[in-house]
């Protein structure tokens, strides 16, 4: 008998060793979840059983996927909310072979699984028909105040029974992140690792950029990442914002540009203009702005004071969606126009301007998020001038005018002439690209005056970089440019006059000798003839 014992009881667990080792719970990961807080919400319930014999078996005696029954069955709590999902939204796959219940409660719970199973996943970047149904479900869950199965999910190896889920993600966020929500099938998985979808707007800044002596309308021109201009220039932005690809899970959706500016632009405060583009694509093609598909400007609040941060200006739209036509796709251009002051930083360090987006963020609740800031920076070169003698000393009274060439061939004088008793070094500041003719409009005191100087400013800067540069700086005939400060420095040298022939000195007393000669000279002819006419006499 004990043998008989010892034998089952062998047989026993030779026979628990292959038996179904189905998970209870699953352990749910969710990727970049640091410092989230998620819930969640059992749709369905999950039961299962192992198929019958001959069902397959994988390597090792270990059961596969395959080798299980699983059974859903509608978690009571949700079945009223799933009813009214499936009449509301059921299509023809299922009425077509069933009657459509005159009332949401008629609605089965088989109906429930068929309409559930018919849905597509997203793909990618692309959001499909379950996307939609967990967005309606997980509004009408709030509305109800239902409790979550499972509070205070951290992302990080969270202990959850077996069934259908859909986890929210109710983190209180800030900064260059949104809420997301999924769905999530444990379907006998000891360990499940989940990566959410999170979806972004975008936001982009850019300048013009403009050669005076070869061009006179900015405007055609392409948008950059830098550009340089001269003092007293009118320099048009723009600032390009998207809307994530999820935007029509939000009922409201905010947007507001915060724009910071250097302290050497001066905002032109009645130069906003706000446009609504069909796509990004339609945006950035449009260089001139005179194919804006729609001028919304009037939706969009300025406001100049007051900040929390320390930008120059805010512009924004508490909900986009007020205006006609806006979808997941749309993209909003900012324009407006800032003027090169005196104030301007020269030379590679620049003149920095800063946009970042304040975003809707949760497309169940009013928080806001933040992008990342997008930079651009506007240039500008000074030339100086050093007045020397011949001998490298300092040469004061003269005087320098500078003007710049006209696309039309003429010069334009920059400021007024430079002159003064005592100056010997002469400055131009906040100079853009382009040519220009340096002239010695006063000339010291016994000196000649120089020739005119014809030079062009070439500078290489950065037209697509997150942080612009600027790379080369060239003055021609002025000499290289330094990057660094922005300044081109010539030695201006004058001579004295040259000594011109005279009348009175060493010309007058060869002219006299000259004549002494000739009075010579003709009195010894006049002797010798008289002489010789003695004789033939």
């Not at 966020?173 to 444990?186: C, P």
């Not at 990442?225 to 001269?230: L, R």
């Not at 939706?299 to 997941?328: P, R």
């Not at 340096?438 to 005056?449: I, Q």
Request: charged letters at 25%; hydrophobic letters at 35%; a negative charge.
């Amino acid at each position: 008998m004990k043998k008989l014992i010892t034998i089952f009881l062998a047989l026993a667990m030779v026979m628990a060793l292959t038996l179904p080792v189905f998970a209870a719970n699953t352990s749910l990961t969710i990727q970049n979840s640091d410092g989230k807080n998620y819930e969640g919400y059992k749709l369905l319930n999950l039961t299962t059983s192992l198929k019958g014999e001959g069902h397959h078996t994988a390597h090792e005696g270990a059961h596969v996927d395959a080798c299980y029954n699983y059974a859903y069955t509608v978690n009571a709590k949700y079945r009223t909310i799933l009813q009214e999902e499936v009449h509301a939204n059921g299509g023809n796959y299922l009425w077509d072979t069933q009657v459509k219940p005159a009332t949401a409660a008629g609605i089965t719970d088989d109906q429930i699984l068929q309409y559930l199973n018919n849905q597509v996943s997203d793909n990618g970047d692309e959001y499909h028909t379950m996307r939609q149904v967990a967005d309606r479900v997980y509004r009408a869950i709030k509305e109800a105040n239902i409790e979550a199965d499972a509070k205070n999910l951290t992302g990080s190896n969270d202990n959850v029974e077996q069934g259908y889920w859909m986890i929210a993600d109710v983190t209180d966020i800030s900064g260059n992140a949104a809420n997301s929500l999924v769905m999530v099938d444990t379907k006998g998985q000891d360990a499940l690792t989940i990566k959410p979808k999170t979806a972004l707007p975008t936001v982009e800044k850019k300048v013009k950029d403009i050669e005076d002596s070869e061009d006179d309308s900015i405007l055609d021109n392409a948008w950059h990442d830098s550009a340089d201009h001269d003092f007293g220039d009118v320099v048009p932005f723009k600032l390009t914002g998207t809307l994530p690809s999820n935007a029509q899970y939000y009922t409201t959706y905010k947007m507001i540009f915060h724009d910071t500016m250097s302290a050497g632009l001066t905002l032109n405060e009645g130069s906003f203009k706000v446009y609504m583009y069909d796509t990004k694509y339609k945006a950035d093609v449009d260089t001139d702005l005179n194919d804006a598909a729609k001028d919304v400007t009037e939706f969009f609040t300025v406001k100049l004071h007051d900040f929390t941060d320390d930008c120059t200006f805010e512009i924004g739209c508490d909900n986009v969606f007020e205006i006609e036509g806006v979808s997941k796709d749309t993209a909003f251009v900012v324009y407006y126009e800032a003027t090169l002051n005196e104030n301007a930083v020269l030379g590679a360090a620049g003149n920095p301007n800063e946009v970042y987006l304040e975003f809707s963020n949760n497309p169940y609740g009013d928080s806001t998020g933040e992008t990342e800031k997008d930079k651009v920076i506007v240039f500008t070169y000074k030339v100086v001038v050093n007045k020397t003698d011949a001998h490298g000393h300092e040469l004061q009274g003269a005087g320098f005018t500078l003007s710049k060439k006209n696309v039309d061939g003429t010069y334009t004088v920059i400021g007024t002439e430079l002159v003064g008793g005592d100056m010997t070094t002469f400055e131009w500041a906040g100079l853009d690209d382009g040519d220009y003719k340096l002239e010695e409009t006063t000339v010291p005191e016994g000196y000649n005056k120089m020739s005119d100087i014809l030079f062009s400013i070439t500078a290489i800067h950065s037209e697509t970089a997150g942080e612009p540069t600027l790379v080369s700086l060239d003055g021609g005939e002025m000499g290289t440019g330094i990057v660094d400060t922005g300044v081109i420095e010539k030695d201006i040298i004058n001579k004295t006059g040259t000594i011109l022939p005279e009348t009175g000195a060493m010309g007058t007393l060869l002219l006299i000798g000259g004549g002494t000669m000739l009075v010579i000279l003709a009195a010894v002819f006049m002797i010798t003839r008289k002489k010789m006419s003695v004789y033939e006499d």
